[in-house]
C-alpha cells in the first residue's frame, strides 16, 4: 500500500510538472488571467453548484424513508452531476441567444430546447442503470439464499 501511494504520489507530481511545463510553453503570459478566471470559475462550480446538489439529492432521497442502497444512490449522484455539468455548459449558450449576436450564425439552435433532451436522456439512462442494477442485486440475492 506504501508503495501504491508513493506511486501514485510520482505520478502526481510528475503530472502536475506537464501541466506547468505545457502552460508555459503553449499559453501567452498575457492570458494567464483568463485562465486563472476560468480555473476559479470551475472551482466556484463545483463547490457552490454542483456538490451543493448533489448532497441535496442525497438527503433527499434519505428523507423517503425507504432504504436507498449506496449504488442506487451514487448511480442519482452520477446523473444528477451529468445533467448539471450540461447545464453549466450550455446555459452560457442560452444566455448568449437570448442577448442576441451580431452573426446569427454563431448560435444557430434552440439551446433551451437540447438542454431539456440532454436532460431527457440523462434521467431515462440513470433510470435504466437504476432498474439494471436492482434486478441483478436482487438476482444476486436470490442466488445467495438458495
Known amino acids: 500500500m506504501r508503495v ?18 505545457v502552460l508555459t510553453e503553449t499559453v501567452s503570459p498575457t492570458r494567464y488571467g483568463g485562465l486563472l478566471v476560468w480555473l476559479i470559475g470551475g472551482v466556484i462550480a463545483h463547490d457552490a453548484i454542483i456538490a451543493p446538489l448533489v448532497a ?10 425507504r432504504r436507498i442502497r449506496p449504488a442506487v444512490l451514487a448511480i442519482l449522484q452520477v446523473g444528477v452531476v451529468l445533467g ?6 450550455v446555459v452560457p449558450e442560452i444566455i448568449a441567444k437570448a442577448r442576441g449576436t451580431k452573426n446569427e450564425t454563431v448560435l444557430p439552435f434552440d439551446y433551451g430546447v437540447r438542454l431539456g433532451v440532454a436532460w431527457l436522456v440523462v434521467a431515462v439512462v440513470t433510470a435504466l442503470a437504476v432498474v439494471v442494477w436492482t434486478v441483478l442485486a436482487r438476482r444476486r440475492e436470490a442466488r445467495r439464499a438458495a
Open 84 to 89: 448539471v455539468v450540461l447545464s453549466l455548459v
Open 56 to 65: 441535496g439529492v442525497a438527503v433527499l432521497l434519505g428523507r423517503t424513508g
Open 4 to 21: 501504491t501511494r508513493a506511486v501514485l504520489l510520482l505520478v502526481g507530481v510528475a503530472l502536475i510538472g506537464l501541466g506547468g511545463w
